[in-house]
């Protein structure tokens, strides 16, 4: 499954941690390899594939930050989920293609 796909560089070294009601991610700042910029806006997506449900949040950091984290509803503690990220453009002209990566339960 693919979030999105674009000719935007992506994210190097992606690392995802789950820590109770949160999901910590991490990355590599890349800016300056290829067209990746400081500014590029990072979005997260998180499916529950146990509920059904998804939550996600737009421009939650710049590629720059390397870090961020996204809230979990507090009932998703016990079941697996799937994180998609992406990146776009300061713009959103461009597009990464999306990581994806299974986090099971605690």
Known sequence: VMLSIGFLDGMEQNVVARD???LNFTWLDNSGKGNAEVDDK??????NTIKKQSV???NVAKRADGAASIKLPEDWNDDVLMTFVSLCTADE???SNSIGCLVNKE
């Open 42 to 47: 990072v979005l997260i997506a998180v499916y």
């Open 93 to 95: 002209s461009e597009v």
């Open 56 to 58: 996600y949040q737009m």
């Open 20 to 22: 109770g009601d949160k």
